[in-house]
């Protein structure tokens, strides 16, 4: 075989769906209307499968996609939740913290002016003063 017949080959293959037996055609005869009805509808539905993408095709591929989007979204969403929680956390126990140092500095102020009153009924008390009851 030569180089024209292998391509007139590969165009039968193409167009017949491996009917090799027309490769002897020439060009212009292929371009010409078929005239075996049966070859064109198998050349159409060829054509109309490889082509076309029916209108239920394309909406479940959009319904996909949205489903895609909500899904990134959503998990967008459920990150940035986490990361707020972990802020509130982070908040809470910055809270207790100051809290306990609080109640720390309030504990260590009553200690101290517990302290400051017992000196002073003691200075009192020897100064000649009579005790003071509280």
Same mark, same amino acid.
């Given at each position: 075989?030569?180089?024209? $017949? &292998?391509?007139?080959?590969?165009?039968? &293959?193409?167009?017949?769906?491996? !009917?090799?037996?027309?490769?002897?055609?020439?060009e212009e005869q %292929? %371009?010409?209307?078929?005239?075996?009805?049966?070859?064109?509808?198998?050349?159409? =539905?060829?054509? +109309? =499968?490889?082509?076309?993408?029916? &209108?239920?095709? @394309?909406? %479940?591929?959009? $319904?996909? @996609?949205? =489903? /895609?989007?909500? *899904?990134?979204?959503?998990?967008?969403l459920t990150r940035? %939740?986490? @990361?707020?929680?972990?802020?509130? =956390? +982070?908040?809470?126990?910055?809270?207790?913290?100051?809290?306990? !140092? *609080?109640?720390?500095? @309030?504990?260590?102020?009553?200690?101290? /002016?517990?302290?400051?009153?017992?000196? !002073?009924?003691?200075?009192l008390t020897l100064?000649?003063?009579?005790?003071?009851?509280?």
């Amino acid at each position: 075989m030569n180089t024209a $017949e &292998n391509t007139n080959t590969d165009i039968a &293959n193409l167009e017949g769906e491996g !009917r090799v037996k027309d490769s002897k055609k020439t060009e212009e005869q %292929r %371009r010409a209307p078929t005239k075996n009805p049966q070859e064109m509808t198998v050349k159409a =539905k060829a054509l +109309e =499968k490889a082509t076309y993408i029916s &209108n239920d095709d @394309i909406v %479940r591929h959009l $319904e996909g @996609i949205k =489903k /895609l989007e909500a *899904n990134t979204d959503l998990i967008g969403l459920t990150r940035h %939740r986490e @990361i707020v929680e972990m802020q509130l =956390k +982070e908040e809470k126990e910055k809270e207790k913290d100051e809290d306990t !140092r *609080n109640q720390k500095k @309030i504990d260590a102020l009553k200690a101290s /002016l517990e302290n400051l009153e017992a000196e !002073r009924e003691k200075l009192l008390t020897l100064a000649g003063y009579p005790a003071t009851e509280a």
